[in-house]
Nanobody, 116 residues
Framework: QVQLVESGGDSVQAGGSLRLSCVAT?????GSWYRQAPMKEREFVSH???????TYADSVKGRFTISRDDAEKTLYLQMNSLSPEDTAMYYC?????????????WGQGTQVTVSS
């Protein structure tokens, strides 16, 4: 059974930092982070591929860093210099085995709130 669990969300003041984690079983080591603010579409934040190459949305470049620990089956998102515009529910997305098939799977999300 696939289990994708995000954690690390919190309420912080502008300029602060948070590190999000996504622990997964039965999933590939690579994956992505997305976020969804109230009344907005879910948007891409960052991706790390099987070779460790990373991509970022322009809005987070230079502030966020994605990484992974294969032994711990965990994806991370280090977020620095947070601003109120980063307030959103953050979701982890990974390719996991679901009923014997590789499928894109989502976690339940972790809330990040940044106050000015």
């Amino acid at each position: 059974q696939v289990q994708l669990v995000e954690s690390g969300g919190d309420s912080v003041q502008a300029g602060g930092s948070l590190r999000l984690s996504c622990v997964a079983t039965s999933c590939q080591s690579y994956g992505s982070w997305y976020r969804q603010a109230p009344m907005k579409e879910r948007e891409f934040v960052s991706h790390i591929d099987s070779g460790g190459r990373t991509t970022y949305a322009d809005s987070v470049k230079g502030r966020f860093t994605i990484s992974r620990d294969d032994a711990e089956k965990t994806l991370y998102l280090q977020m620095n210099s947070l601003s109120p515009e980063d307030t959103a529910m953050y979701y982890c997305s990974r390719v996991c085995v679901v009923r014997g098939l590789w499928q894109n799977s989502w976690g339940q999300g972790t809330q990040v709130t940044v106050s000015s």
